[in-house]
């Protein structure tokens, strides 16, 4: 049974910005750091590959006027256990344990990149506990060939990452951004001002543990059995995934709706939080009556 640590608040691990304290929940799959703020619906945000939950402090103080919304941080990342071999379905289990201990029995699930991947797991899992998916830039909507999975088993053995991201990381942290502005310089501030370890060794260790299982197409395989409103959005720029998969992708959802983002790379959610936010509201006014008021 999950057990709310409630007494054990801190402050968010990654960004000094974050306006919500961090909460552990003892659960099955270890304890899961969560933040939680506002009243209404459940909204529950899921970041991305080595992120954690403090990727959303753009959005969720917006969406908690009118939603209690919930972030978390998977298992292997931010102040969540990092014991054992993380996957795809022990990240999904974790949001599911989330709900459990919290009392949430339907939630709008929002994932960004990993995390889409791991919102759509939940709703194939447990479809009657989803009320919508949010799909931002998701992870599992292409395959790769057996090759080049092959090979990014090696790549990305915890020794290697060491050795490429040590010196290179923050080149390769301002690839994931198209563009220049407030938020992403000061996104790269933050990581910069971060202590190198243990983020460097959590991080190699989370990539080679998850990377077999993102380069399955398993959102573009299980779309058409997805029931519930899905909004994928999607920054024109990305270069990890051609927008042309994302658009077939998207369209095997049978209730799905595509909006892209120009001139935004893999992370709107950072680079164009406000319009990724108008995108959000919007498709909430048609599925959920949310009020225009949300966006002042």
């Known amino acids: 049974m999950a057990r709310d640590s409630h007494g054990d608040l801190q402050r ?21 750091a969560y933040f939680e703020h506002g009243r209404g619906p459940a909204m529950i945000f899921i970041h991305g590959l080595g992120g954690d939950l403090t990727h959303f402090e753009h959005l969720a103080p917006v969406f908690a006027r ?14 969540s256990d990092k014991h054992g ?31 889409g991947q791991v919102a759509a797991e939940v709703a194939l899992c447990v479809p009657g506990k989803v009320e919508r998916l949010v799909l931002i830039n998701s992870a599992g909507l292409r395959s790769y060939p057996a090759l080049l999975r092959l090979g990014a088993r090696m790549l990305f053995h915890p020794a290697v990452l060491r050795r490429i991201l040590g010196p290179s990381s923050m080149r390769l942290l301002a690839r994931v951004f198209h563009s220049e502005n407030a938020h992403t310089r000061a996104f790269r ?16 260790k989370v990539v080679h543990d998850l990377m077999p299982d993102l380069m399955q197409p398993t959102v573009h395989d299980g779309a058409p059995d997805v029931s519930v409103p899905t909004l994928v959005i999607w920054g024109e720029r990305d270069r990890l995934v051609p927008l042309s998969k994302v658009r077939s992708a ?14 935004c790379g893999h992370m709107p959610i950072i680079e164009t939080p406000a319009v990724t936010i108008d995108l959000m509201q919007r498709f909430l006014q048609v599925q959920a009556g949310f009020s225009q008021s949300a966006a002042g």
């Not at 501030?189 to 190699?204: N, V, Y």
């Open 85 to 115: 071999r993380q996957s795809l379905a022990r990240h999904a289990r974790a949001v599911m344990e989330v709900m459990r201990g919290l009392g949430i029995e339907r939630a709008t699930l929002v994932g960004h990149s990993a995390g």
């Open 250 to 263: 998207a369209a095997r959802f049978p209730r799905g709706q595509l909006e892209i983002i120009s001139d």
């Open 12 to 32: 968010p691990r990654c960004s000094p910005t974050f306006p919500y304290p961090t909460r552990t929940l003892n659960t099955e799959v270890g304890h899961v």
């Open 189 to 204: 501030r933050g990581a910069m001002g971060r202590p190198r370890e243990p983020l460097l060794s959590e991080l190699c």
């Open 66 to 79: 009118h939603f209690r919304v919930i972030g978390v941080d998977l298992p292997g990342c931010g102040r």
